[in-house]
């Protein structure tokens, strides 16, 4: 397998069109020593020519465009790469990327039913996926189920990797209704995704609320582990003015603290830890900082866009 980040950071990029924080200014002013980063974009390529996206960020047609193995190739000119996409949760970084696939171009989609349910019936835009034929293939993810995909049009079905997905507790993103948010289902807003081939495991976590500790086997197992590195500290955002809600209140567990997950991840990990979805705010990204050398100290990567691993 080929793991490769297309993008690191959190929801808004790095820098944020509306941000001025000393992040964000240093990025713009080029005052600090740092990267900018596309909204958080993973591709996985199980076999050669086929690719597999988990999440579909905001920024997915640049970052295709950026990236050689993505395109078409000019033997099929009419066929991605792209055979099918995993998304985490409804939340706008994790699924507007969508909508940049949408040129009568059918794929798999791999999500919870309840998250179809809330881009499907909710939100009307997403039907334009329908317009290819065949249509967009929805597959349900169902928690816990260890299953086998096969690539399309593989006339022997022969499995190139298997993929569980696990809750991480979480909730569904403000702009989704009551009506599509029943309580029953909560375990269904945000998920945790395990991609195993010839005895290689790779973790996949963008949102780790805290709430729920099913992911810490599957992190401590991983050859590769890619986990949420949003925010530093709990009141983070608090500081910049733009909202009330701590780093939990918004579900992601806070790298600082004894509590946060620095000092929560499991101790004995073997594999590569790498911190992705990383908000603009996060002082990790000056590579000056003294949080920044805290992450490393504790074992941990801190993702760039572009960051390839083979496995
Ligand atoms: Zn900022």
Redesign the pocket.
């Known amino acids: 397998m080929i793991l490769k980040i297309l993008g690191s950071a959190a929801g808004g990029g790095?820098?944020?069109w509306n941000?001025?924080?000393s992040?964000?200014n240093g990025v713009r002013n080029e005052t600090l020593q740092t990267k900018a980063c596309t909204q958080t974009q993973i591709a996985v390529s199980p076999a050669p020519g086929a690719w597999v996206l988990v999440a579909a960020s905001p920024d997915l047609r640049a970052q295709i465009l950026a990236h050689r193995e993505l395109w078409p190739s000019p033997e099929n000119p009419a066929r991605s790469p792209i055979v099918a996409v995993y998304l985490p949760s409804a939340d706008v970084d994790a699924v507007m990327g969508l909508l940049h696939l949408r040129e009568f171009q059918s794929f798999a989609v791999y999500s919870t039913r309840s998250v179809r349910r809330i881009l499907c019936k909710e939100n009307s835009l997403f039907r334009v996926l329908e317009r290819a034929t065949p249509g967009v293939n929805w597959h349900e993810l169902t928690l816990g189920e260890t299953t086998s995909f096969c690539l399309p049009g593989c006339q022997e079905a022969r499995p190139v990797f298997r993929y569980t997905a696990i809750s991480l507790g979480g909730s569904y993103p403000d702009y989704s209704r009551e009506v599509y948010n029943p309580a029953a289902i909560a375990d269904e807003a945000n998920i945790g995704l395990v991609l195993e081939q010839a005895g290689k495991k790779i973790f996949i976590a963008p949102t780790l609320s805290g709430r729920s500790s099913s992911w810490y086997e599957h992190a401590a197992s991983a050859d590769i582990a890619l986990v949420d590195g949003t925010f530093w500290s709990d009141r983070e955002l608090i500081a910049?003015g733009r909202t009330q809600k701590t780093a939990r209140d918004m579900g992601h567990l806070p790298l600082s603290g004894p509590h946060g997950l620095l000092a929560h991840y499991p101790r004995k990990a073997p594999g590569r830890k790498i911190l992705i979805h990383i908000n603009?705010?996060n002082p990790i990204l000056d590579e000056n900082s003294a949080e920044h050398k805290t992450a490393l100290e504790a074992g941990f990567e801190i993702a760039q866009d572009g960051l390839t691993i083979e496995l």
């Open positions: 790095f820098p944020q941000c001025s924080c992040n964000c910049t603009n705010t």
